[in-house]
């Protein structure tokens, strides 16, 4: 019987997107916050991350988001194929109301995804669980393309990211390494 070849998914974050996060903000500020976080471009590549399997490349599954598609741009250049498709895109958060007050925009983020989570600021939003299964979605497609190709990359999104890793691993995927969860953080899974 013959063995199967190592197969390997490679999940990267995308990198730094060009807008200020400094001062404080006030509800209508981080609203704007979050559509500009959504639109902007990224801060230029100055390093590629290391020990991906550039040579291997030629297509990279990616969100439809910008951050996201430059990223990998930047990373993989513009000879590879881009496959962009919205259920690798981030978990989606807003803006909770909390008028007259200023806050820095760490707090507005994660107050939001908090609440999110528990399900108190999903009000026109995809809720936690259904976001939960578009991650195992993903992950599915991500290992169906691996058994083709034996190397499958993705650029997406911290959140996503994180339950797209936590879905591989339930299917019997291993991290054989982490970089963690910041910009162009990668996480390499192997299956055999």
């Given at each position: 019987?013959?063995?199967?070849?190592?197969?390997?998914?490679?999940l990267i974050r995308?990198?730094?997107?060009?807008?200020?996060?400094?001062?404080?903000f006030n509800q209508?500020?981080?609203?704007?916050?979050?559509?500009?976080?959504?639109?902007?471009?990224?801060?230029?590549?100055?390093?590629?991350?290391?020990?991906?399997?550039?040579?291997?490349?030629?297509?990279?599954?990616?969100?439809?988001l910008p951050r996201?598609?430059?990223?990998?741009?930047?990373?993989?250049?513009?000879?590879?194929?881009?496959?962009?498709?919205?259920?690798?895109?981030?978990?989606?958060?807003?803006?909770?109301?909390?008028?007259?007050?200023?806050?820095?925009?760490?707090?507005?983020?994660?107050?939001?995804?908090?609440?999110?989570?528990?399900?108190?600021?999903?009000?026109?939003?995809?809720?936690?669980?259904?976001?939960?299964?578009?991650?195992?979605?993903?992950?599915?497609?991500?290992?169906?393309?691996?058994?083709?190709?034996?190397?499958?990359?993705?650029?997406?999104?911290?959140?996503?990211?994180?339950?797209?890793?936590?879905?591989?691993?339930?299917?019997?995927?291993?991290?054989?390494?982490?970089?963690?969860?910041?910009?162009?953080?990668?996480?390499?899974?192997?299956?055999?």
């Amino acid at each position: 019987m013959k063995e199967l070849a190592t197969r390997h998914i490679f999940l990267i974050r995308h990198q730094r997107p060009n807008v200020s996060k400094s001062g404080f903000f006030n509800q209508q500020q981080a609203s704007q916050f979050l559509k500009n976080y959504d639109i902007c471009t990224i801060e230029q590549l100055v390093n590629k991350p290391a020990g991906l399997p550039y040579e291997h490349v030629t297509q990279v599954f990616c969100s439809t988001l910008p951050r996201a598609k430059q990223t990998a741009q930047a990373i993989f250049g513009n000879e590879v194929s881009l496959i962009a498709d919205p259920v690798f895109n981030e978990f989606p958060r807003q803006i909770f109301p909390v008028p007259f007050l200023k806050f820095p925009i760490k707090f507005w983020l994660y107050g939001a995804r908090v609440l999110w989570l528990l399900g108190l600021n999903n009000q026109d939003l995809e809720p936690f669980h259904q976001a939960r299964q578009r991650a195992r979605k993903a992950a599915q497609k991500l290992a169906q393309q691996a058994d083709k190709d034996g190397k499958v990359v993705l650029v997406a999104h911290g959140f996503l990211n994180f339950f797209v890793r936590r879905a591989l691993r339930k299917m019997g995927w291993q991290v054989v390494r982490q970089d963690g969860s910041g910009f162009l953080g990668v996480t390499e899974l192997v299956k055999k």
